[in-house]
Each structure stands twice: as structure tokens, then as C-alpha cells.
């Protein structure tokens, strides 16, 4: 009786610290909020696409560092490692992506970025913020700040990451092959936060367990024996082995995966001849596949071989002449909530932003490669979890008229960044004050 009087005592305690620093956070958060939205305007203005984050990681690694931070550049290309130690305790490590992505802005916000560059592929192009990143290093400044500045109210080592190439799904690959849980200290904890085109702005997102999905690129090569068009019967067509291949594809999540288990096969791209009259000899599938479990994930590569191959036979091509199917190393491997630290990070959401701010949400077939933070040590206690973006009047107008809503990745996506920034900053805070607390 006298330990459950303890732990009674002890959580009333901790409750009441938690309301102090709710209030407190709130006014750290406002007062810090002119500061950050002019530096989230610089970098909406400066984007960088992935592995190329050169100024925005030398301007965020100085400001880290003006914070008290000891900071670590060069890690794993471009990413950045801020680590603030404050004694014994917990460590935990917040992650922000830097890269943005090979899209002309159409938002027609006054700070709009008109940046052109060159691609990794030798194509010119715009680069915007289409998917947000922006926000997410503005908050993490923000969550670097107001920690650095209540050092008193926690106790324990910060490790702050800024990421290159999420879009590219190797940047979290990347850092740790550099040595991230070798040279700086290993989390105990790491969270991280996507602003969404899918809730009102302010709101916060969470979703136990798997969030966020295995993520593959796959090709099909497929080979054939080219001809006249007139003559067809004297080749062996690639165009109508592709036809078939993406039809059987189909039958992989309709017929061979238990309807409960949610997964994607989608045929991207289907390229083959250069004239009407002509049979080519080969034609190239693009897919993107997606899936939850890892055995999930190798059902579906097994499958598409399997169905390549199988189709070619059917076709009576030679051994030499069967498709070949190639699986991309750009995998993003699919991003898991530990339930219990989820629930936790949830309730104390939900008591700091009052439940109309805080939903549960279901799991969607977007990529996210934080999810390697955690796959890497899963002893690791991981959290990803969503701040709504959608403008306030333009949700309304959505909802009265169904017109559709900008997505991640549009040209048009342009969230209410203040109050994306304010949740996120004010959220994650909270959730590293309330791990280290003392």
C-alpha cells in the first residue's frame, strides 16, 4: 500500500508539473513565434533538393550552435547532429528533413521560392517546399530554443538531427552508416513530425503502431523480339507481355494477400517503341509498391518476379528473353509507432491541446524514412506524428463544397505555417520536457 501511495503521490506530482509547463510552454512558443516565421519565409524562399542542402544546413548548424548546442556537420552528406548534454537521464533524438523537391510553386505567397536548379539526372528545374520540410526545420529551431532555454526543467542528453534526402529515401541510411549511433549518443526515444494536407492546421495526428509504409521502387524489364508492325507473327511482342504482366499484377493484392493486409501495387509507367509501324523489341515497367510487415513486403517482390517470369514462359520466350525485374535501393522501409510510448505522447497531447486538437488517425501508404531511426536499435522507442496544415477557411469551404484540398507535393500546397510551427514547436517540447523530466 505504501509504494501504490507513492506512485500516487509521485504521478500527482509529475500532473501538476506537466499544467505548469503547458502554461508556460504556450507563452515560450508565442513569444518565440515572430523569430521563426522569419526564418521559416527564408527557407521557403531557399529550397534545396535532396543531398544538396548545403546553405540550409550551414545556416541551421549556426543557429544550433548560438543555442549552446555542439554541433557536428558533413554527417552522412549534408545532415547536421546538434547534441546539448544536461546531465544523468534519458537520450532523446528530434529529426527534421531538409530536402525539397523539383516542383514550380504555384502558391502565389508573396515569399514564394522562384529558385531554379539542375537534378541529379541533368534536368532543369523549380524547387519548392512542396511537401513542407520547412516547417519541420523552423519547429525544430523553435524546439532547440525553448530546450536550451529550460535547461533547469530537464535532465538527460538532446540529440537534434537535421536530415538530408528523406524525398530520396536515404538520407536517414546515410546518417547512420556514418556512424550516428557511433559517434553521438544513442536515443533511448526519437521522435519527429510531417505537417499534413489532411487535418485542419493546429490539429495533431497519431497513429499506433504501423503509421507510414514499406515503400519500394520496382522495374520490369522486358525483352522481346522486335518487327514489322504489318508482321507480327514474326516477333514476340513486349508491349503485350507488359499488358498482360500488369494485368496479373492485379491479382496480387486482390487474390493472394488476406484482404485485411493493406498493400499497393501500382504500374507507374509503361514505356516501349518509338513508331507506330514497328514492334519494339523491349518495353520498361515502373512500379511502386507498398506494403506494412516485412513479410508482407517480400510476398509482393516474390510475386512480381514469379509473375514476370511466369508470363514470359506463357509467351514462349527463351530462358535469355524472360522479363527481368530489379528492385531499386531507394527502400523506405515502413515507419512503426511503439504503441505504449504512442499512447503516452498521445494523452499528453490530449491534455496540453484539448481533444478537438488531437485525433487518432489510420495509417496511410506514404514513405517516411525516419522509420530507419528506429529499425536500426529497436530498442529504440519511436514516434512520428502529424501537425495539421490545411488553412482553417479553406477546410470549411472543402467541407461545405467538397472541392478538393491541395495534397503533400502539390504545387499549391502552401499550409498556415504559423500554426503548424506553433503545434509542432509547442508538442514537441512538451514531449521532450515530459521523457527528461527531472
Not at 500532473?15 to 515572430?34: E, F, G, I, Q, R
Not at 519548392?128 to 542528453?157: F, P, Q, R
Request: glycine share 8%; charged share 20%; with cysteine.
Amino acid at each position: 500500500m505504501k509504494t501504490i501511495a507513492f506512485i500516487t503521490a509521485a504521478l500527482c506530482i509529475a500532473s501538476s508539473s506537466l499544467t505548469y509547463a503547458a502554461n508556460d510552454n504556450v507563452k515560450s512558443v508565442k513569444a518565440a513565434m515572430p523569430e521563426l516565421m522569419t526564418l521559416y519565409k527564408d527557407l521557403h524562399q531557399s529550397p534545396e533538393l535532396s543531398s544538396y542542402e548545403f546553405n540550409t544546413a550551414k545556416k541551421l548548424a549556426k543557429t544550433a550552435r548560438e543555442l549552446g548546442f555542439k554541433v557536428t556537420e558533413g554527417v552522412g552528406g549534408t545532415g547536421v547532429v546538434a547534441v546539448l548534454k544536461n546531465g544523468q537521464g534519458p537520450t532523446v533524438l528530434v529529426r527534421a528533413d531538409m530536402d525539397a523537391l523539383p516542383v514550380k510553386e504555384q502558391t502565389g505567397l508573396a515569399f514564394a521560392s522562384k529558385v531554379t536548379t539542375t537534378t541529379e539526372e541533368g534536368l532543369q528545374s523549380h524547387v519548392m517546399h512542396a511537401c513542407g520540410h520547412d516547417t519541420h526545420m523552423t519547429s525544430w529551431i523553435g524546439t532547440a530554443k525553448l530546450l536550451s532555454e529550460n535547461k533547469a526543467n530537464w535532465s538527460g542528453t538532446l540529440v537534434m538531427i537535421l536530415q538530408p534526402a528523406e524525398e530520396r529515401g536515404r538520407g536517414a541510411k546515410d546518417m547512420l552508416a556514418d556512424g550516428l549511433y557511433e559517434r553521438f549518443p544513442k536515443p533511448d526515444y526519437a521522435l519527429a513530425f510531417h505537417n499534413s494536407a489532411g487535418l485542419k492546421a493546429g490539429v495533431i495526428g497519431y497513429t499506433s503502431g504501423f503509421t507510414l509504409a514499406n515503400v519500394d521502387s520496382v522495374n520490369i524489364l522486358v525483352k522481346g523480339v522486335g518487327g514489322h508492325g504489318a508482321y507480327p507473327h514474326a516477333t514476340k511482342d513486349p508491349i503485350v507481355l507488359g499488358a498482360r504482366i500488369v494485368g496479373a499484377l492485379q491479382t496480387l493484392v486482390s487474390r493472394e494477400l488476406d484482404p485485411q493486409d493493406a498493400a499497393v501495387v501500382t504500374v507507374g509507367s509503361f514505356q516501349s517503341g518509338t513508331k507506330h509501324n514497328i514492334i519494339s523489341d523491349q518495353a520498361l515497367l515502373l512500379l511502386t509498391v507498398r506494403s506494412y510487415s516485412d513479410e508482407t513486403r517480400q510476398k509482393l517482390i516474390d510475386g512480381i518476379t514469379r509473375i514476370a517470369k511466369g508470363e514470359g514462359i506463357a509467351m514462349g520466350l527463351p530462358e535469355e528473353l524472360l522479363p527481368v525485374v530489379t528492385v531499386k535501393d531507394e527502400y523506405t522501409p515502413a515507419a512503426y509507432n511503439e504503441p505504449e510510448f504512442t499512447k503516452r505522447m498521445a494523452k499528453l497531447f490530449t491534455s496540453e491541446f484539448g481533444k478537438e486538437r488531437v485525433e487518432e488517425v489510420p495509417p496511410v501508404m506514404a514513405g517516411e524514412d525516419f522509420s530507419r531511426y528506429y529499425r536500426a536499435d529497436k530498442n529504440i522507442k519511436s514516434m512520428i506524428f502529424w501537425v495539421g496544415g490545411v488553412p482553417h477557411d479553406k477546410w470549411q469551404l472543402a467541407k461545405e463544397t467538397g472541392e478538393t484540398l491541395p495534397s503533400l507535393h502539390s504545387p499549391f500546397w502552401a499550409p498556415d505555417a504559423e500554426k503548424v510551427i506553433a503545434t509542432a514547436t509547442q508538442a514537441m517540447n512538451s514531449a521532450v520536457l515530459t521523457i527528461l523530466a527531472k
